[in-house]
């Protein structure tokens, strides 16, 4: 069946040090894409998304890489900081073909810890 | 600032109540979603809506319902709440349109049946 997000549950990285966040997907026509930020009692927020025309994006701080041969996605944020203790989600935009209505659906999480 | 706002962010209800879930957005967004968060199983969308008054379900959608009357408003509604209903339950809300697929959400309702 279709899976979006075998993350590994947890990561935890030193002060400074970069991280890399990643999500494996099945779905091979998938053409966009998404990270979440969730901190501890907030809902979700938005860190960056990606096209499928695309293989990398760039944000302050974070990147994300797609490799649609293998399907996979990563995020990278460098000079990870403390405030960046929170759960990353990656999402995959599906379309439902009767309605052309648009929803995320999205992975299982991974908890990334900074360690001053 | 956009904002969603979830009625409640915390709920204590008994078996067979029936429960209530409002979300509300400022964004005049067309497309408003109702996903539930457990531990190790992420997000999963139980309904979403793209317009006034239309509905689709999501990947879990039994033992739920909705309500959008209004664009701004979007109400999952429990009608027997049990006790593997207990979870967070996040409404977001997002533009219409392929390739916009950014949600912005509420800061949850945390339900516990009892």
């Known amino acids: 069946g279709e899976s979006v997000g075998l993350h590994l549950p947890t990561l935890s990285v030193q002060e400074g040090d970069n991280s890399i966040i990643n999500c494996a997907y099945s779905?091979?026509?998938?053409?966009?894409f998404i990270w979440y930020k969730q901190e501890s009692g907030k809902g979700p927020q938005f860190i960056i998304d990606?096209?499928?025309?695309?293989d990398k994006r760039q944000g302050q701080r974070v990147t994300v890489l797609l490799n649609k041969t293998v399907k996979h996605l990563s995020l990278q944020i460098a000079a990870t900081q403390p405030g960046d203790s929170a759960v990353y989600f990656c999402?995959?935009?599906?379309?439902?073909?009767?309605?052309?209505?648009?929803?995320?659906?999205f992975g299982t999480g991974t908890r990334l810890t900074v360690i001053p | 600032d956009v904002k969603v706002t979830q009625s409640s962010r915390y709920l204590v209800k008994r078996t067979g109540e029936k429960v209530f879930l409002e979300c509300v957005q400022d964004?005049?967004?067309?497309?408003m979603f109702w996903y539930r968060q457990d531990p190790g199983l992420g997000l999963r969308l139980i309904y979403f809506?793209?317009?006034?008054?239309?509905?689709e379900k999501g990947d879990i959608p039994e033992g739920y319902s909705v309500s959008r009357e209004k664009k701004e408003r979007f109400s999952l509604i429990l009608e027997s709440a049990s006790t593997n209903q207990t979870s967070m339950y996040l409404c977001?809300?997002?533009?219409?349109?392929?390739?916009?697929?950014?949600?912005?959400f509420g800061e949850g309702s945390r339900l516990t049946v009892l």
């Open positions: 990606i096209r499928s025309n695309m």
């Open positions: 977001a809300s997002g533009e219409a349109g392929r390739l916009t697929g950014e949600l912005f």
């Open positions: 809506s793209y317009d006034v008054k239309m509905k």
């Open positions: 964004m005049d967004h067309e497309n």
């Open positions: 779905n091979s026509a998938s053409d966009y």
């Open positions: 999402a995959e935009q599906r379309t439902l073909e009767t309605t052309g209505a648009n929803n995320l659906f």
